[in-house]
């Protein structure tokens, strides 16, 4: 939750390591609800939930924030080994599509600690949260989520 969250940020802050933060956001949630109904936005969650921890399942940390957000803490791991993982999420979510009456995607964005001057986690979840939500207006305009 986000009381976790915050505490973890503020250990990243203090220690040295080199660590990536990975902000994602599930899209069409409220479309899925109205659309299908609570039942059917409760199995988007988890389907997306459960490809998520198959495919980070050694990372750190993987926290759901609240609602449709949730967030990946990697200390140690290099970026190109992030975005191998977040194919793969992709291709699983796509796979679980197929079987479900609507689509399971997100946006995400990715920060490392050595992008941000100074070791300030909330600077490196920032600018994951910036990449996140100019990813999700990308994917708005191709497609009407």
Avoid: W
């Avoid at 039942?39 to 993987?62: I, P, Y």
């Avoid at 689509?103 to 994951?128: F, H, P, R």
Wanted: aromatic share 6%; proline share 1%.
């Amino acid at each position: 939750n986000r009381t976790k969250y915050a505490e973890l940020l503020d250990e990243l802050s203090a220690g040295e390591d080199e660590y990536v933060i990975v902000n994602l956001d599930v899209n069409g949630l409220k479309k899925v609800n109205d659309v299908h109904g609570h039942s059917q936005g409760d199995l988007l969650l988890k389907t997306f939930a459960t490809n998520l921890e198959e495919v980070f399942r050694n990372s750190e940390h993987l926290i759901r924030l609240g609602g449709d957000e949730f967030c990946v803490i990697a200390k140690g791991v290099e970026r190109s080994s992030i975005e191998h993982s977040l194919l793969k999420l992709n291709r699983l979510n796509r796979d679980a599509s197929k079987k479900l009456p609507f689509q399971v995607t997100a946006a995400y964005g990715v920060a490392e600690s050595k992008e941000i001057t100074g070791n300030d986690a909330e600077d490196v979840s920032k600018l994951a949260d910036r990449r996140m939500y100019d990813m999700k207006t990308k994917m708005k305009a191709q497609t009407n989520l």
